[in-house]
């Protein structure tokens, strides 16, 4: 019972409204995991990750298309974590992956921005959740408008310039394996976001510049990147 | 004052502490009905916006799971629907072989916070409730630990059972937790012992994010998990809050 979104996206779909809950993968994308090469088998690591790793991104950071974000006095730039995002559209709890994408309402561009950090041991809480921190697309897409979510391409813009192309065809998890791992110990609920993985490098935006993310079938997410106060 | 949300008779009623005329532990709806504690449902005292926990915020809890104390305090967030009331079941899974309850004081906000100095931060409490924040230690891994398959399940933190005003608490820096498993005492400290106090955790937290109406704190767990198993009654307690039970419960109830 999240108490309500901040943000409004237009959804023509059922539920309608986000619930306020966003949630995202780690790790879950080909790329990620290969630049931590060898790291992975070493402390504090000691293994590549099991079970999903999981974020929340708390009501503080949501943030709308076209909001303008702070980054923070005394952080030179951010990480842009340019994700596809799921909008539950049924209670979800305990999926088979077989099943798994008739609980999916539609899609939404998530960005999911953090201060760049290593290692990735303990919580980001301090360089994730941060206000603002995670614009959404203004629109969610039913799902029929997107025919195969493990093919969504992905772009993000740097002031007008194509930064990086990729794809959710490269997820460690695809998104039903995902939903159906997620759902074995978290209920997800209509209107919840899940973010299904960011690839590596992650573009850096500083302050004065733009990011325009582009998601094919799905739509498009800017915003404006300020100085902030703290 | 003491103030809970309960379920009974087809809606959600604001409930207070009232002792049934036997002398058993009630409620009194504020419709005026009077029932017995186990005649309603208990939900979480208040709905609840977003949750952030400590992790390894008392001492001698750090050292009995061989870390060294925290630089800047160990925060994690859980999902919605890791919460429960008083009175509920926790699942432990098949296969599991530690799993642990973890009392701690939660801190409710009231005013919102962002960039509150310690000395102004009290004033953006509203109150305090009890926390049971288990923890299935199986499923840790070392990736952004603990991870949320650890801390952010189903029906795995219980809240309650009531919400308790600040004003009723003018010390919450000197409380004693206790837990009992089916009435044995197996976890006791005191809010003293923190490493992180309220108003520093507040002035941690509102520094790079704004707290908001609703949200609330669990401030960490002293030293005393043990492992609970199917079946066990666990209770939490600290002074002034009252008592938070919850029952484990295995797969069957779940079908799986």
């Known amino acids: 019972?999240?108490?309500?979104?901040?943000?409004?996206?237009?959804?023509?779909?059922?539920p309608y409204r986000l619930s306020g809950a966003v949630y995202g993968a780690l790790l879950n994308h080909r790329t990620a995991l290969q630049a931590l090469g060898d790291d992975i088998n070493r402390p504090p690591y000691n293994g590549a990750p099991r079970a999903p790793v999981l974020f929340i991104k708390p009501r503080n950071t949501l943030a709308a298309d076209g909001d303008p974000v702070a980054v923070p006095a005394g952080v030179a730039e951010l990480e842009v974590g340019a994700s596809l995002g799921l909008v539950i559209g049924r209670p979800a709890c305990r999926l088979s992956e077989a099943d798994a994408l008739e609980h999916v309402a539609g899609y939404l561009i998530v960005n999911d921005l953090c201060v760049p950090h290593l290692p990735y041991f303990r919580p980001s809480i301090p360089f994730r959740a941060r206000?603002?921190?995670?614009?959404?697309?203004?629109?969610?897409?039913?799902?029929?408008?997107?025919?195969?979510?493990d093919a969504a391409t992905i772009r993000i813009y740097l002031d007008g310039e194509l930064r990086q192309t990729t794809s959710t065809a490269e997820l460690v998890r695809p998104v039903a394996k995902l939903l159906s791992d997620v759902t074995d110990f978290m209920t997800l609920s209509p209107g919840d976001v899940l973010a299904v993985g960011v690839a590596s490098p992650a573009p850096r935006v500083r302050a004065g510049?733009?990011?325009?993310?582009?998601?094919?079938?799905?739509?498009?997410?800017?915003?404006?990147?300020?100085?902030g106060m703290s | 004052m003491k103030l809970a949300r309960v379920a009974c008779t087809g809606a959600i009623h604001a409930a207070q502490p009232q002792q049934l005329p036997d002398g058993r532990a009630g409620v009194r709806l504020t419709d005026g009905r009077t029932l017995a504690e186990e005649e309603v449902v208990w939900l979480p005292p208040l709905e609840v916006g977003t949750v952030i926990a400590l992790g390894l915020n008392y001492a001698k809890r750090a050292q009995e799971l061989a870390f060294n104390t925290p630089l800047e305090p160990l925060v994690f967030l859980k999902g919605p629907g890791t919460l429960l009331g008083h009175?509920?079941?926790?699942?432990?899974?098949?296969?599991?072989?530690?799993?642990?309850?973890?009392?701690?004081?939660?801190?409710?906000?009231?005013?919102?916070?962002?960039?509150?100095?310690?000395?102004?931060?009290?004033?953006?409490?509203?109150?305090?409730?009890?926390?049971?924040?288990y923890a299935i230690r199986d499923y840790l891994e070392n990736w952004y630990r603990p991870n949320l398959r650890v801390k952010s399940r189903d029906g795995a933190t219980a809240l309650g059972p009531w919400l308790v005003d600040a004003t009723d608490i003018p010390d919450p820096g000197n409380l004693r937790l206790r837990t009992y498993v089916n009435g044995k005492l197996t976890q006791e400290g005191n809010t003293r012992d923190m490493i992180s106090g309220i108003p520093v955790l507040i002035e941690y937290l509102s520094s790079f994010m704004t707290l908001d109406t609703g949200d609330i704190i669990l401030t960490g767990t002293p030293e005393g998990a043990v492992n609970v198993d199917i079946g066990d009654e666990v209770v939490c307690e600290i002074e002034g809050l009252g008592r938070l039970q919850n029952t484990i419960v295995g797969d069957a109830l779940f079908g799986r």
């Open chain 1, 1 to 14: 019972m999240p108490l309500g979104p901040r943000i409004a996206v237009t959804m023509d779909v059922s």
């Open chain 1, 131 to 149: 206000d603002g921190f995670c614009p959404l697309g203004a629109r969610v897409v039913p799902r029929a408008a997107l025919a195969n979510p």
């Open chain 1, 209 to 227: 510049q733009r990011v325009r993310i582009e998601i094919d079938g799905v739509g498009r997410l800017e915003n404006p990147f300020v100085a």
């Open chain 2, 87 to 133: 009175r509920g079941v926790t699942r432990r899974p098949r296969g599991v072989e530690f799993m642990h309850y973890e009392c701690e004081l939660a801190v409710i906000i009231g005013r919102g916070a962002r960039g509150v100095r310690r000395t102004d931060a009290m004033q953006h409490v509203a109150g305090y409730c009890i926390a049971n924040d």
